[in-house]
Structure formats: C-alpha cells, structure tokens
C-alpha cells in the first residue's frame, strides 16, 4: 500500500514561472511531512518541512502547503531556476523516526 | 557542524559473494541512523533503523541485515548477494524528535 504517492513522475516549467510539486497522503497519522530535492548519483538534499498544525511554511523562494482535510501537500518553487532541475521527494512521518516517501517527480526547468 | 560519510561510491559484487557498506556520521552524538534502498524509477524505501547501539529495527524481509557497533557507525551486510539486491543504498542520520534526516551521497551496488 502505497501510503505517500506523487502521481506526476515528471514536470516541465519554464525558467521564471512557478514550478507546483504535489503529493497525497492516506495515513491520517501523518503529522511531520517534509520535501527533498535529490540530484543524479547523490543522495537527497532537505528542503523544508511542514508539521501538521500549520498549513504553510516558507523559505526563500520554497513554500510547502499542507490541506490535512485532502491529505494533500504540494511544494511551490517561485521563480524557478534551472539548478532547481532535480528529482523531488515528498515524505510523511507519524511521531519521530520513520519516513515514508513518495515514487519522486522529475522536475525539469526549460531556460 | 555535521557530515555523514558513506562508501564506497560504486560497488559490482557478483551473485553470493558477501557485502558489507559503511556508514559514519560526524558532529553529533547519539542520531538516528537509518539505511534506505532506491531501486530503479522507484522511491525510497527503508529498511532498518537505530535509535542506539546494537538497536536495529528492520523494516522489510531480506536478504540483508545492519549492525551500529558504535554510536555514530551504521554497517549494512549480506552473506550473500542475490540480483535483486542491485539498487542505490543511501545512508541518513538525524536527531530525535521531528527532525529533518540528512543522507550520505550513497551507493550504487551492481549485482551480477
């Protein structure tokens, strides 16, 4: 059972725009979700976290928005860059230790 | 501040011979230390970790197996490789609490 999914394996923006990443949940426990950016042969760099008695957080040009009623997160990159080009995970704990990750959406910035 | 080591890069094993990937982490006492696999077009899939030494908690059924000898050393082994083995073993560390992991660069093993 697939209980984080990123449905968009790939996304294609133009360099400027607004790059939305989006990720589903199904455990109602989840209370601590989190992105990373991973780069070919690296492993995958944190991006910003979200716990769920907030519904928005941001840093920098980075905001995660957290809807717990739709078991629904998604990552806004505003403006894109074409370093943001990268493999983009979503992850989902409940309580401390364990992550769960989504499959990863390809995130490719067209200059 | 903290840095996590992992070697080596890249590993070709034949089928049945032994494993054995190192982790460290450096700046910090007493993390979380955790080891994923990436199979290929996949996610990130846990497959033990360790709150302490000589605490290991295994997520999956396998064919492998982990050790933390030490507070800040993380070992995942086989005694003997199948194919299904192959992917992209990444090690990561953090706090306690709702804290953020951080990984290592990983290893890309090859079975053949």
């Known amino acids: 059972d697939q209980q984080v999914k990123q449905n968009s394996p790939s996304l294609s923006v133009q360099e400027g725009r607004i790059s939305i990443l989006n990720c589903d949940y199904t455990?109602?426990?989840?209370?601590?979700f989190l992105w990373y950016k991973k780069y070919p042969a690296e492993g995958p760099t944190f991006l910003i976290s979200?716990?769920?008695?907030?519904d928005k957080n941001e840093d920098g040009r980075f905001t995660v928005f957290l809807n717990k009623s739709a078991k629904h997160l998604s990552l806004h990159i505003v403006p894109s860059q074409p370093g943001d080009s990268a493999v983009y995970f979503c992850a989902a704990s409940a309580g401390a230790q364990k992550l769960v990750f989504g499959q990863g959406t390809r995130l490719t910035i067209n200059p | 501040s903290q840095t996590i080591h992992q070697w080596p890069a890249t590993l070709v094993q034949p089928v049945g011979s032994p494993l054995s990937l190192e982790c460290t982490v450096e700046?910090?006492?007493?993390?979380?230390l955790y080891w994923y696999r990436q199979a290929a077009g996949r996610g990130l899939q846990l497959l033990f970790y360790s709150v302490g030494i000589g605490q290991i908690s295994s997520e999956v059924p396998q064919n492998l197996s982990a050790s933390r000898p030490q507070d800040r050393q993380f070992i995942l082994s086989s005694k003997k490789l199948l194919l299904s083995d192959s992917g992209f073993y990444l090690c990561?560390?953090?706090?306690?609490?709702?804290?953020?992991?951080?990984f290592g660069d990983g290893t890309r093993l090859s079975i053949l």
């Open positions: 455990n109602s426990m989840f209370d601590y």
């Open positions: 979200i716990s769920s008695i907030k």
């Open positions: 700046g910090t006492s007493n993390p979380n």
């Open positions: 990561a560390w953090s706090p306690t609490g709702d804290q953020p992991q951080h």
